[in-house]
């Protein structure tokens, strides 16, 4: 069993917006990160925050030199929200609110109003590429308000890069990222830019955290990124990460049919973090079965205990969005080892989305220019 990191939300991603908005004098989502206030304290035309995806903690000592850009840069360390994962930890960068308050909370997420699992980012039922709506089903039933919003109505000038705004991903690299950050940051305005790129993720999940793929490519991103903030002048440019990664085994849900006859439905959120909707009366069963063939390497609790925990936020439930409790099933079973339970086939070499140390602790990486 690896070691376990519970998330704390006076010191976590969620916050990072929320010093956004501070500096800003815009109102403010929750609470803010002191760590990145202490940053903030001149009147800079430019704000750069580059969101690299995945590179957590465990990822950036391990491929970057301690003499590097990043990490001669780190202000300090702190942590993802739970899930530790993109659909959640980047919500919460974009909103200032905590999973429980704005419940993009997994990859795939039940939602009771059309009685389906959906992978939330694709709009398509679980496991497949059938639309699960003729609409947008997340930002239907979970819409939020960004930050990039929030500044935009208060007169801040924003500016958004990332792959996502493009019709075709494939037209954007870290290289061009950078190239439109400069283009921006050379702009006459004062502004805020949020940037998102989604490496080391991408070659971690497709290599692993050992591979050369994915030493290479991170080196990559820091090299392109040194050379951004040298051109830069009177900018502050803060990097940090959604979560971070490690290397794991896999096995698939369906192929353990004692634990599949106690559900009403297939589980969701992630291979590290699952719910589960287990049938009255079998809720015994479950338990014995799911910690027969996983208590070594997974954490079974009942939903209640999970949210008495304050594992999605520590808001309470007149705050939580009026989806959320809804979306949960009555068990969570959350990684703490290296084994990640796939709903399909597609089996990644490395994952995210429980409790270790090595997926919860990122990043706070601040450049003046």
């Known amino acids: 069993m690896k070691k376990i990191v519970y998330p704390d939300y006076k010191n976590c991603i969620a916050n990072v917006p929320n010093s956004i908005l501070k500096y800003y004098g815009v109102g403010l989502a929750g609470d803010s990160l002191p760590l990145l206030d202490a940053q903030m304290k001149k009147p800079y035309k430019n704000v750069v925050l580059l969101l690299l995806d995945g590179m957590g903690k465990y990822i950036l000592e391990k491929h970057l030199a301690e003499d590097g850009l990043f990490r ?37 997420c039940y939602y009771p109003q059309i009685d389906k699992n959906v992978t939330v980012f694709l ?23 960004s930050i990039l919003e929030k500044l935009d109505k208060s007169g801040v000038e924003t500016r958004h890069i990332a792959p996502y705004l493009l019709r ?32 080391p993720d991408g070659d971690l999940h497709s290599f692993g955290v050992e591979a050369a793929e994915t030493h290479n490519g991170l080196t990559h991103i820091e ?10 002048e009177d900018t502050l440019f803060i990097i940090t990460a959604d979560h971070g990664h490690l290397d794991t085994a896999g096995v698939k849900i369906q192929n353990y049919p004692k634990i599949m006859d106690c559900l009403e439905r297939m589980p969701s959120l992630e291979p590290r973090t699952l719910n589960f909707y287990v049938k009255p009366g079998k809720e015994a069963e479950f338990e014995n079965e799911f910690n027969k063939e996983f208590g070594s390497k997974f954490m079974l609790m009942t939903m209640q205990e999970a949210l008495d925990k304050k594992l ?6 007149e705050h939580w969005h009026n989806n959320f409790r809804s979306m949960l099933g009555n068990y969570l079973a959350i990684a703490t080892d290296d084994l990640s339970i796939f709903f399909d086939d597609d089996f990644l070499k490395s994952m995210h989305g ?11 990486i601040v450049m003046e220019k």
């Not at 497949?128 to 239907?140: E, G, L, Y």
């Not at 190239?179 to 790129?197: G, M, T, V």
């Not at 090299?223 to 830069?232: M, R």
């Not at 999605?312 to 439930?317: I, M």
Request: hydrophobic share 35%; glycine share 6%; net charge negative.
């Open 223 to 232: 090299k392109a990124v040194a050379e951004l903030v040298a051109s830069l």
């Open 354 to 364: 429980g409790l270790t140390e090595e997926e919860m602790i990122i990043p706070l």
């Open 168 to 199: 075709d991903e494939r037209q954007l690299n870290i290289d061009l990222i950078c190239k439109k950050i400069k283009e921006y940051c050379d702009e006459p305005e004062r502004k805020f830019i949020y940037a998102y790129w989604n490496n």
């Open 312 to 317: 999605f936020g520590d808001k309470s439930p």
């Open 123 to 145: 709009n398509t039922e679980q496991g497949t590429k059938i639309p699960a709506a003729d609409f947008n089903v997340a930002r239907t039933f979970t819409p939020y308000e």
């Open 72 to 108: 001669k840069s780190v202000k300090g360390f702190y942590k993802s929200v739970f899930l530790s994962t993109t659909t959640a930890a980047t919500t919460s960068l974009l909103s200032g609110l905590q999973p429980c308050e704005h419940a993009w909370l997994g990859w795939d």
